[in-house]
Structure formats: C-alpha cells, structure tokens
C-alpha cells in the first residue's frame, strides 16, 4: 500500500487538490449567499409597493401604480403614467431609534412638489397600547402636513402624545432622522463634563476613556481619581413613569465603592424628575456602599434611597444604577480571566482533536465527549444555526462578543469543507450528542420504512432552502423557530423551538439522530459542504443556480 502510495504521488496530489478545490467552491457558495444579505438594502426588504399604493390611493386618490424607487423615494404615478406625488419610508434611519421597546416605521406622502401630504403609521416593535394611543392622535400625524421635504430633518420640537410620549417622540426622531437630522437615536446627546463630577473630584482635568462604552476614567494629570459609569452610554434604560434616566454613578479608585450618583437628564414627567434630581443631590443614598452591598439589596424592600413622591423615577434611577454595577462588574470580570471562552474553545478543540485522534473512535470515549458537549450546550448555549447565519449575514458580527460561537463556526464549515470530516454534527453539536445519548439509553431501535424515509430525509434540505428564500425576500421571519438551538440557551420559553427540541430528543430514543436525519437544515448545510468530498455533484450546480439568483436579486434591490 505505502508502495503503491509512493508510486503515485501525482494522483493523489490531484485529488486532494480536487476535493480542496470543491471545499473552497462550496464554502465560497454560503459566504456568497450571506454577503449577498449583507448587501441586500434594508429599505428593499421593508416596504410592500402594495401596502404604499393602499396608503396613497386614500391620500391621492389619482394614484394607480407604485413606481422604482430611487434613494428610497416611491414616485407614486396616475393611469397616465404621470406623477401624483412621492412617498417613502423613514426606515432604515430610523431603525436604530428605539421607542420604550422598539423602532417604528412611519411612510411620509408627498405631493409631485415633495410637500407633505400625510404621514401614516406602517409598523412598530414598540408597545402596542402606547403606539394604539398614537394612531388616534390625529394632530400627531398632521404635524408634518404642508412642510416642503427640505424641512423635515431640522431636529424641531415635535408634537408628543400624551401617554405615549416615549414612542411617540422617537417616532418623530425617526422621522427627522430620515431627512437627514443627525444624533436623533441619542436621548441624552450633550457629553460628560467635568462639571458633572466636580462634587467628587474638584481636582480632575481630564475625563477619558474608561476601557469599555460609558465607562470614564476621571484624571488629573496621569493619575486616576475614580471612574464614572454613564447609563446613556452603556445602553442601561431603566424607565420611570414615562421615560428613562441618563445616570451616572461615581467609583472610587478601585473600582469598588461608590461615591454616589447623580441624574444628568431624563425623559420622565415632571416634577418627578425634580423631586428625585434634588434627593440625589443632597441625600444620596449610594454614598459609601460597596458594589456587592448595592447589588445584594432587595430595591423592594430597602427604604427608598430617595423621595417617596417619585416611586417610577426613583425605581427606574436604582435599576439603572443596579444594572450599570452588574455590567461593570461582568466587563471588570470578562477584562480578567475570560473563562467561558476559554472553556467554549477548550471543548471545541477536543471534539476536533478526537474527530482525528483514533482514540476518538472508542464507544467510551465517544460517549463522554457527548456528554461533555451536552454540558457545554446547557452551560454556554452556544450552536451553530440559521438563526445565527441568517443573522450575522444581514446584520453583521462583533468579534469581540462572540469569538467563541465565531470559532464554533468556523470549525463547523471550515474542517468540512478541506478534510470531508463532518467534525461539528459527528461530535461537537450538543443537540446531536443529547441525541446520541438518549439512542444509548433504549436497546431497541426503529426505521422508517425506506419510502417514507425516501421522503423525510428531503424535509432538512428544503427547510435549508425555504429559510435562505425567506431571508432575501422576507423582514422579520423568526428564523430561530424553524430550529431547536435556541431552547439550549433562552429555555422553554418560545414555544415552537421548545417543541421541536421536544420531539427531537424524544424521538431519539427509538430513531437514531431522528432529528439530525429528517429535520435539521443546519445539518443539511454541513452536509453539502461534505457530500461526495472529491467529486462535482448536482447539489453544487444547484448552488451555484442559487447563489448566482441571490445575487442578481440583491443587485436589482
Ligand atoms: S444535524 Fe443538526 S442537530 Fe444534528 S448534529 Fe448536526 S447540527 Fe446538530
């Protein structure tokens, strides 16, 4: 054999040359797929020619067709094929601009002289009672009525509902964000000034940065006097009757205690705000306390640290506080030793390591590592999904965040794709390994007769094919319950995932890798990376006719 090997090198090197060459196509087919996502126009996946032609007909009645939009303007047109007015969405500025819990997205209408005829609501992720509230509020949407396009993004006072004040201005800021106003995702936009700490540190000349968003490091000359953590900037929103509070609290050096808080702004009634920026001043509850004592306090049952007038400010100002010390703590923490990750890779390492190891082959061996990924999945919640593709295809990825599920990910497409060992569904998957051991624990198994598993092993493969269809021409699709992956991370709390989860592993225990064979697409898609490793298929055809669809559809968007 070592012979015959050594006779014929330039063959092999051709094959493996061959199967490397294949890997990189059909790598190169997902990473095309998702930057083609990552290139589809928001505003393309957002707005439905049908549903602006419903809204202009009312407000222009002359309108019959919905024309191409150009820089996100729909030119409306009559039967004459002549203009009737423009509209457009405010999405995708305003889709960073939060309301109490969501963006909104608004369709403004104008005449052919780009003067506004109407705006009208077209979705919202905020709360539904606030945004119902701003839907009968007519002289909310006729704010905008007879402004000339130009106009609209100069940041103005705009009018508010009452009740809704929250979604209702971040509608407006969206709006306005749309035209071109700057800053308006920004709710407390002026910046930390040493005046704003002068209380604690008279001395300071400097405040820079503190290591991580909202955090600050006050200074005089190169030594440090404390640190000061900023709600605003840390994207803590804890909110009070009606809005929320820009809160800083002041470190001492160390980073341990606190030498009390202050309230730069807030979006909540007055006088609430008054009567709680007062009794932060002068009777600051925090004063002295260490981070451990802050967070072991029950807010509920400690006397108020503040007035008793103020019970929604003051609750939103002491969770707001509570939250900045827990993420300080956890960034302090993540800034040490980061143990997790270094757990996550360890445990990737060895899956890979015993995939090539022939150590790996062995029953008992095989059986612990999968005992060892189902702790892994319990512990971490970190898989390898649609979900997550779909996800960082449309919107991107922070390195820093997830580099473990990045090199999860990477290990699962990248050993496929050059070697043709399936190393992530053979091993690492917890899924796959808690359906490995439930198969261990009954003696009998079943199989689908070969018809119906003709037909089942299709179901994973079109599911693969209906999410990346939907992807592209779908907003809003929650990909996460077309699979089980996210009830190892959130629990049994959506119900489709946790019932696919459910029978999965179920099923398992009579039908082996049940779910891995007849329903996983993320399966399907580590499957086409190592189908027949040395040889063209019909499946790269088919992907090359995909990819190349996705992209022209991308490029007419
Ligand atoms: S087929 Fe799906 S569930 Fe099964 S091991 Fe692979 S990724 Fe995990």
Redesign the pocket.
Known sequence: MEKAKSRNPAPDRKRRLKRWAIGAYRLGMILAALACLRMLPSEGRALDPARILAEAQNILPGTASVGDPSDGLYPLLGKDGEPTGWATSTFPQAEEIMGYSGASELLVIFDPDRTVKAVRFLSSQDTDGHVAKIREDPAFWAQWNGKPEATLGAPAAPVIVSGATLTSEAMARGLAARFGAKGMGQWFPEPLKLSDVRKWFPEADALTDGGYPGSYSVRKGGETLGTVLRSSRMGVSARGFNGTSDVIVVLAPGGEKLLGIALLGSRDNEPYVGDVGEEVKYADGFAGKTIAEVLAEDPRESPSLFTSGASYTNSAVVESVREMLRRHQSDEAARGFPWKSSLAIAWIALGVGLAFHKSGKRRNVRTAYAVISVAAGIALGW??SQDQLVGWGANGFGIRNILPLLVLTAVAMLVPAFTGKNV??SSI?P??AA?TLAGQLVKKRFHLPPKIHAVMVRI?WLTLVVIWVLAFVASGVPFAYFEPFETWSSGFVAFVPAAIFTI?ILSAFFLP?G??HYG?P??AL?KFLTHSPSAWTRSDALAGIMVASAAIFTALQ
């Open positions: 898989m390898v992530y569904c998957c899924h796959g359906q994973p999965g890798q779910y891995c996983c993320t399966g580590l």
